[in-house]
């Protein structure tokens, strides 16, 4: 008569765990590529049919985030001067300031009186 086997001979050890899942979450990555493709392609067609925008779906930009795409003109909005002198200006915007406005900063100038009404 055969032995049973023990519940060490049975039980899978950690490493054989971690293949198998490895192996699952492979199998897992390819059925959601060849999956996803056909419900996209669906997706897109409907919106396209029936002119659903993003606001209706629900998805909106998050407080204080900006779109990166132009305006619905296709066109980008135009920088508001906010600081002149002369032909120099400056929006007063994102990014490194102006040479002019640096060396009025050194020079020791308020630049507030440069700013454009």
Same mark, same amino acid.
């Given at each position: 008569?055969?032995? #049973?086997?023990? =519940? ?10 971690? #293949?198998?899942? $490895? ?6 990555? $390819? @059925? @959601? ?11 897109? $067609? ?8 993003? #606001?209706? @779906?629900?998805?909106? @930009? =998050? ?15 135009? #920088? ?11 929006? %007063? %915007? ?17 630049? $507030? ?5």
């Amino acid at each position: 008569m055969a032995k #049973a086997p023990t =519940k060490e001979q049975t039980m899978p050890t950690l490493a054989d765990i971690r #293949a198998q899942m $490895e192996a699952l979450k492979q199998q897992e990555a $390819e @059925l @959601l590529a060849k999956e996803r493709e056909p419900i996209i392609a669906q997706m897109k $067609e409907n919106i396209s049919t029936y002119n659903i925008t993003a #606001a209706e @779906l629900g998805f909106t @930009l =998050k407080k204080g985030k900006k779109s990166s795409k132009p305006t619905p003109e296709g066109e980008e909005k135009e #920088a508001v001067i906010k600081y002149r002198d002369g032909a120099n200006t400056w929006t %007063g %915007g994102r990014g490194r300031k102006p040479k002019w406005v640096t060396e009025k900063i050194a020079a020791g100038e308020d630049i $507030e009186k440069y700013k454009v009404a």
